[in-house]
């Protein structure tokens, strides 16, 4: 763990790739001065130190090492959310994520989530514009070989955990319109449905996700028993749309069920635009910002 000031400035920049002449450029400081501040012999006037903490988005306290905690920090004159929109999101960010999960480094992967999230933009920017992304870009590099199973298994994890720490915190949690959530028959793609479920919550919605393997005895028994006002279900592929169908098709037959309003999305309907509305579906959506506008617009909120 570097403690010093010298070695967390070291290491903060090893970790963005800079050498020691580009970081003298960026405070107009000479190279020679950096080698002092990393070497300990030399210290920093107040100004710099801030120039310093505002470069590598941490707190003082971090870089003078009277806390571990590199988590982002932003100051709070730039915490504004007058932020320009399009500098507020760096295309780089899932790159960069991923890039992190692959070498490892959870920290730095995590970094680039709540840097994101505290310079205003939405869960849902995160989960379709970074995470998605970044878990396309791992299936890429599976398919062609430059990605070990047990590397994308590692990713998939840790999204899964950083997906829970971005959820909502039950304590703020409104009782808001029921949505029932669930990936279709076997599919074992569930991330996409999670962050769709997490990005309702976030939007006001009671989220139940049921994961996938639902029999269709156990919908009609969540329906029949809960006041359920929109069906969510996700297909990773058209292999698992039969499935849906099959569901639809059956809640169809049943008057009871006539208010609940139905929704699909995932990759399986990525290549055929019609196909929500030829199993019965009211709508498709890309992605969990068009899932919250769509069932917003569902029910009239
Ligand atoms: C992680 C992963 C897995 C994990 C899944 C773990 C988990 N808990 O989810 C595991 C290891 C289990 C897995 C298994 C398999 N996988 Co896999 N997997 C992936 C990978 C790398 C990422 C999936 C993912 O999370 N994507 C990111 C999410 C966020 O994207 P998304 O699902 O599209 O969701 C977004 C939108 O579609 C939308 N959305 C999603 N659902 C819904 C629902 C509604 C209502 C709405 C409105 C919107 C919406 O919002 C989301 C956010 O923007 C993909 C690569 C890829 N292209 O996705 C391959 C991939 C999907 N897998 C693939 C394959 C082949 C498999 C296996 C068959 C491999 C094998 N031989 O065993 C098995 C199938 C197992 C099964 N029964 O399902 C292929 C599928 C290719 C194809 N089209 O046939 C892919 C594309 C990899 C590749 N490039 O070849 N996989």
New binding site residues.
């Given amino acids: 763990m570097n403690t010093t000031f010298g070695e967390r400035i070291r290491g903060l920049r090893r970790g963005k790739k800079e050498n020691q002449k580009e970081l003298a450029s960026y405070l107009g400081l000479s190279q020679t001065t950096i080698a002092n501040y990393e070497n300990n012999s030399r210290f920093p006037n107040d100004t710099t130190l801030i120039k310093l903490a505002d470069y590598f988005q941490v707190s003082l306290d971090y870089l003078l090492g009277r806390t571990d905690d590199s988590t982002p920090f932003i100051p709070l004159n730039q915490q504004s959310t007058k932020i320009n929109e399009e500098h507020r999101f760096d295309q780089g960010w899932s790159s960069r994520y991923l890039e992190a999960l692959i070498r490892t480094d959870i920290k730095e992967a995590w970094r680039v989530l709540v840097l994101a999230s505290q310079l205003g933009n939405p869960l849902q920017t995160v ?2 514009k970074i ?2 992304p970044a ?2 870009k ?3 590099l ?2 062609i070989g430059k990605l070990d ?1 047990a590397q ?2 590692f990713i ?1 994890s840790e ?2 955990r950083f997906i829970a720490l971005l959820r909502k915190k039950p304590s703020t949690i409104t009782t808001g319109p029921l949505v029932v ?1 669930f990936a279709a028959g ?8 999670r ?2 479920s997490s990005a309702l919550e976030e939007a006001g919605y009671n989220v139940m996700f049921l994961g996938n393997q639902l029999p269709f005895n156990s919908l009609h028994f969540i329906l029949s028993q809960y006041p359920v006002k929109v069906v ?3 297909a ?2 058209p292999v698992y749309i039969n499935n849906i169908s099959f569901m639809v098709n059956n809640m169809r037959k049943n008057t009871a069920f006539d208010h609940i309003n139905v ?5 399986g309907f ?1 290549e055929s635009p019609d196909l929500w509305k030829e199993i019965g579906s009211d709508a ?5 910002n ?2 919250v506008k ?1 069932v917003s617009a569902l029910l009239g909120r």
């Fill in positions: 989960y379709d995470l998605k878990l396309y791992a299936g890429e599976w398919q199973v994308e298994h998939t999204t899964e959530t076997d599919d074992r793609h569930t991330l996409g449905i962050m769709v969510a279900m996700s990773s592929h929704i699909v999305g995932g990759q990525h498709y959506g890309e992605d969990t068009t899932a769509l």
